[in-house]
């Protein structure tokens, strides 16, 4: 049977296949009540008051996992599922994540601790009984390097270096002769070797993507994040066109399907599958899809987006309802996902994230803090002791200092650290998108140093001397610090307010989100004490 839809972008009516849905047919066939805007309920809290997506009553409000989780790459082992994200040129990176239920996530170890550039989407495979990591480094060159392990959670092997310079976004399949492949950006393949350590061959094309319209509004055409999925007799093959940010409506999900690893492939009859219509929608610029089965055997689609005005957060994780017909093909059917959703049943419900607050009794690097563009020395900087974090100053200003940095998904927070600095040296509170991106406030033992867009702006005096709590609110964007000599009793406000919405990848580039952070710099070392980290 066929049925006629209307088209997103130019209103014209086109004929496509009983998978083809008007919104409000979508919205008539999930779990949730009708797709619009605001969501019906508010997201329920966990630590620190942040948001998690598990509701409680048997459903669960998108994002899976908030904040900056971009590129998600998904693995079942048995009963357990494991889940990566791009990490850039945050260190430790390829922070491993675990789940029994697909809902419910806690982060384990980072997988990555050497610096080998900025780490874009990944390939998280098991294979015979050996965990693989398929790494795209932008860097100089830009490559493609793999690690491996015998257990999830390491030791990972040394980065080995694929030298496929031209391409990222790998996905490692198994054909149906047994032969091991990356499938690559722009619809192409390069065949591994049987150890999966090194290549065979030359790369070569095999797919020619789906194209949307040349009406719609996308940032470029961008073939990218290809998946490879055997169900049953078919390989399915998810990509993502469209390009990753620019306008709400480009990035998008398409697929296509072969009865074999070598091709042809089968463009999807209903492509895209997975499409922002509209900037009035919760979520935009939807891609980079993996399908994933569930513990009662529905299958589900992982991927990210940026939620409605709030690029700062990054693109956030998100779970998506599959639907299989009886000629093979799926479908997404949770439409623009600003409602509550059935949750999956089966699996056992971990305790969902962390804690960002700190008393510093152990040093969290990888499963919370991250160093920017550390260098090879950057761990040896950091060290707990007596109940603090002791930082060694480096640089003279967050932009050369490498800061620790969090990862926070709510819309607003603040936070606050009791600092102490040494004679001559520097450190303060930050929200760090890159280092030419940042803002925030610092001391020494004479002056404050206000960061904004970037840079150092003004050096007001110091009353407080060499020890004081800050603390730090961000709002919606509007940013306000706060200072106190007495531990946080009472609190002064600082004369200098900052906004922060255009601190984002569509203003300064580099796919990244505005994170909390410290920093110390100059001489000697700063301790940090007593870190405490609220949602609003």
Request: with cysteine; net charge neutral; proline share 7%.
């Amino acid at each position: 049977m066929t049925i006629s839809r209307r088209d997103a972008m130019t209103g014209a009516l086109v004929a496509g296949s009983a998978l083809a849905l008007t919104r409000a047919d979508r919205a008539a066939a999930t779990p949730v009540e009708a797709a619009s805007g605001t969501p019906a309920t508010d997201w329920k809290r966990g630590p620190d008051n942040q948001r998690i997506a598990d509701l409680g009553d048997a459903r669960f409000l998108n994002p899976l996992i908030s904040g900056d989780r971009p590129d998600p790459a998904i693995l079942k082992d048995g009963a357990d599922y494991y889940m990566t994200f791009s990490s850039f040129d945050s260190y430790p990176g390829i922070t491993i994540w675990h789940s029994r239920d697909l809902i419910n996530w806690q982060p384990r170890k980072a997988a990555l601790t050497k610096n080998i550039g900025s780490v874009w989407a990944v390939s998280l495979e098991k294979y015979k009984g050996r965990y693989f990591l398929y790494i795209p480094v932008k860097a100089e060159p830009n490559s493609i390097f793999v690690i491996h392990a015998d257990s999830i959670d390491g030791p990972w092997s040394d980065p080995i270096d694929l030298k496929l310079h031209r391409h990222i976004d790998p996905c490692h399949a198994v054909g149906e002769d047994g032969s091991r492949w990356l499938f690559l950006s722009g619809g192409d393949r390069v065949r591994l070797s049987d150890d999966g350590l090194s290549t065979v061959g030359e790369v070569e094309h095999v797919y020619d993507p789906w194209r949307y319209p040349d009406s719609w509004d996308v940032e470029g055409f961008a073939p990218e994040g290809p998946k490879i999925h055997r169900r049953g007799d078919w390989f399915y093959m998810l990509t993502a066109v469209g390009g990753t940010a620019g306008p709400p409506t480009g990035h998008m999900v398409i697929a296509a399907r072969s009865r074999s690893i070598h091709g042809l492939w089968e463009q999807h009859p209903d492509n895209p599958l997975v499409h922002t219509e509209s900037a009035a929608e919760r979520w935009w610029s939807r891609g980079h899809a993996s399908l994933v089965e569930a513990p009662d055997k529905s299958w589900w689609a992982v991927y990210h987006g940026y939620e409605n005005g709030r690029w700062t957060l990054g693109r956030q994780t998100l779970l998506d309802p599959v639907e299989w017909s009886v000629d093979g093909w799926f479908r997404m059917k949770g439409g623009d996902l600003s409602q509550p959703i059935a949750k999956p049943r089966g699996g056992q419900a971990l305790p969902h994230g962390m804690a960002l607050s700190d008393d510093f009794r152990d040093l969290k690097l990888g499963a919370k803090w991250n160093f920017f563009r550390p260098a090879p020395d950057e761990a040896s900087r950091a060290r707990v002791e007596k109940g603090a974090l002791v930082l060694k100053g480096r640089g003279k200003a967050p932009v050369d200092s490498s800061p620790l940095l969090l990862i926070a998904g709510d819309p607003a927070y603040e936070f606050q650290c009791d600092i102490e600095i040494a004679p001559g040296g520097t450190a303060g509170l930050i929200l760090f998108y890159d280092d030419k991106l940042y803002c925030g406030l610092g001391f020494d033992e004479k002056r404050f140093v206000t960061h904004q867009y970037g840079i150092e702006r003004g050096r007001p005096e110091n009353s407080f001397g060499r020890r004081l709590t800050m603390k730090v609110s961000n709002r919606h964007h509007i940013v306000s610090f706060h200072l106190s000599g007495d531990g946080g009793k009472t609190w002064s406000r600082f004369d200098r307010g900052m906004e922060v919405s255009g601190y984002h990848h569509n203003v300064r580039g580099g796919f990244l989100m505005l994170r909390p952070g410290l920093y110390a710099a100059g001489p000697g070392e700063a301790r940090f004490r007593d870190f405490r980290f609220r949602a609003l």
